[in-house]
């Protein structure tokens, strides 16, 4: 029995199968391969938000009550001190100071001192308004106000791992302390888990 002639389209079909198939193949390495450069990544902490959480616990507390009331209802004064990094990254500890004091500011409920280098610059001018203000315009010495109370703290960071990701544990703690008795009358405490995402493909 004679063979049967194959058509002229299934001869451009059967050649062209082999070239599907790489190109198939081509497109699932092509996948993988951005699959593989693509597999990192890193939760964002914004730390006006953690100082947002802590200036919420502090205010949240029974001792704001008491010093506004031995203060005549008038609303005690804060300075926010030192916020140590334990940490063995870095972080911007001083923008994290910042946020606090905006968050306290914000709340309308203390009044918040500046800090030591900033008092600096403001008694130099006000030591310049002396010598060169007019007398209506000039601010008068020995009239700053001094604070009741100091907030202050560190951040300090624990690494694990889960699975193929690494496991960040941040925790900021916090303590607010009477200038005059040292007693402390708030303790707080902030926990972050950040994930750090290092997957690859194989082992």
């Known amino acids: 029995m004679s063979a049967q002639p194959v058509p002229p389209a299934l001869r451009r079909s059967r050649a062209a199968a082999p070239v599907r198939a790489a190109t198939a193949t081509l497109a699932v390495l092509a996948a993988l391969a951005a699959a593989g450069c693509n597999n990192k990544r890193v939760s964002r902490i914004d730390p006006a938000s953690v100082a947002n959480a802590l200036v919420t616990q502090a205010l949240g507390g029974p001792w704001l009550g008491r010093a506004a009331e031995q203060r005549g209802g008038r609303p005690p004064a804060v300075i926010v001190g030192r916020f140590a990094n334990q940490t063995m990254e870095h972080i911007p500890v001083n923008t994290f100071v910042r946020d606090v004091e905006r968050a306290l500011v914000g709340s309308g409920t203390v009044t918040v001192v500046a800090s030591a280098d900033e008092r600096q610059s403001v008694r130099a001018e006000r030591v310049d308004q002396q010598q060169n203000a007019t007398a209506d315009s000039r601010t ?64």
């Open 140 to 203: 008068r010495l020995a009239k700053e106000t001094g604070a009741q109370y100091m907030l202050q703290g560190d951040v300090q960071a624990i690494e694990d791992a889960e699975g193929r990701e690494k496991v960040v544990y941040y925790q900021i703690d916090a303590t607010l302390v009477d200038l005059e008795s040292n007693a402390k009358v708030w303790i707080g405490q902030h926990k972050i888990k950040k994930y750090v995402d290092r997957r690859r493909l194989g082992w």
